[in-house]
């Protein structure tokens, strides 16, 4: 099974013709197959396949829809066509243009390489979330862009600027100039349920504005090869394909309950099993990128260790799979809230944990300053205990012993002589990088993790707390020139708005 990105796509022409060339041979055998489904029923219905007579009353059997099943279905039906009125509007159908090589041959025959060209490359989906033009759709819509167009339901189409890009998520956000738009509004993606009805609406292979309907078929899913990043979908048969991605998923409210982000095929095209990411992640990436300028994460100070696996011979530890509290940092809000080292955390948020991926990812999507209950057992009982996770860049700073330089989007500490010893320098100081906010200046320079600061803007740093300083009062308008050591090479590296 390969999973793909719903976004994964070729450019629109290629595409359409090749899904009709794959629906080709399904056309012309549909006929042959139909004969066989038609003699394999008769066989069933008759008995002989099986070796018995049915009475003719019930081979002639033939049930009718009552008034009440025709009103029901209707019913239905109006709510989808609700939804669907009320929620298309807010749909965009988004097209990358990227920068493509471009090669000519000389007087002499000789290949050339000749000046790159705007071509569009790709194409995806969004929805509008804001009156005043915030668009979400998935990262990899936005990114190694050079320029995304975003076409409205009146055929308006617009130039979209990139605010803020989280890879780990896959989710972007996007902003275009205009007003009094339609938007749709986030639902509470913890409240939905496995079987709830549910409208995906986008562009799959380009054809925009397409909607299509299903059911929630399961919630969390995680540790899904071939995605990076943080993990807890909505899994949902809604038919989704190529083009879809970071389009809406809706309850039957016309809500958003989810973005559209992945499909697993084996085909490159729908079969059945789709993924989007919940609502509530996605809003507080929205608010955390609108608010702050860059995407923020929790952070809990605590190491933490999977107990009550198997061991490696097949034996069972445990009755079941538990995450253990193995070490709680000084000062860290599960220290403040009153978590130990042993406790057997149970749930996190009301939702059950068995696994280290699945609580990591629930801390890191948990916005900063939320106050969320932890259920832990200790010495055999059961507390619940109440924690206001912590923002994770400053917390990784306190932890580490360094400082967080917000503008920069930068956390480092201290590059003393044991840590430069353990990091393989000698007659080397500096501050050592140890986080990198994405879609900061620091990212955009391309600074790696590992990277050692020895000076700023030609002054020499030798302290985390004397870097972070010079990097937050800094003008980014006038640029800011690092002197940055990485491995074995020395150079620089500009920091500007």
Known sequence: MKIERAGKIERAGALNERALTLLAPLTRGRRAVFSLVAAAAAALLSGSALGVTFPEAALNFQPEATAADMASARALSRVFQSVAKKAEPAVVHIRQFSKVPQFQRDNFGFQRMAEAQLQET???????????????????????????????????????????RDPDTDLALLKIDANNLSYVEFADSDSVEVGEWLLAIGSPFGFSNTVTSGIVSAKGRSGIGGLQGYQDFIQTDAAVNPGNSGGPMLNLEGKIIGINSAI???????????????????????????????????WLGVDLADTGMNEPNGTRRGAA?????????????????????????????????????????QIALTPPDTTVPIEIRRDGKKLTLDVKIGDQATGVAEAVGGA?????????????????????????????????????????????????????????????????EALNNADYAQGVRLSVIRKNMRGSLMLQD
């Open 264 to 298: 697993a095929s084996r085909s490159g095209g729908y079969q059945g099993i789709s993924f989007a990411i919940p609502s509530n992640i996605a809003k507080s990436i929205v608010e955390s990128i609108i608010k702050t300028g860059r995407v923020t994460r929790g």
């Open 122 to 164: 790709g194409l995806g989906s969004g929805v509008i979330v804001s009156a005043d033009g915030y668009i979400l759709t998935n990262n990899h819509v936005a990114q190694n862009v050079e320029t995304l167009l975003v076409r409205l339901l009146d055929r308006r189409e617009l130039e979209a600027k990139v605010i803020g």
């Open 404 to 468: 967080y330089a917000r503008k920069a989007g930068l956390v480092f500490q201290t590059l003393d002589k044991d840590l430069a010893t353990r990091s393989g320098y000698r007659n080397v100081s500096g501050v050592l990088v140890v986080s990198i906010d994405q879609m900061s200046r620091a990212a955009s320079a391309e600074m790696e993790i590992g990277d050692i600061i020895v000076a700023i803007n030609d002054r020499r740093v030798t302290t985390a707390e004397e870097a972070a």
């Open 321 to 361: 799979p538990e995450v253990t509290v193995t070490r709680v940092m000084e000062k860290s809000p599960a220290e403040k809230a009153g978590l130990k080292q042993g406790d057997v955390v149970l749930t996190f948020r009301g939702r059950e944990i068995d696994n280290i991926a699945r609580l990591r990812t």
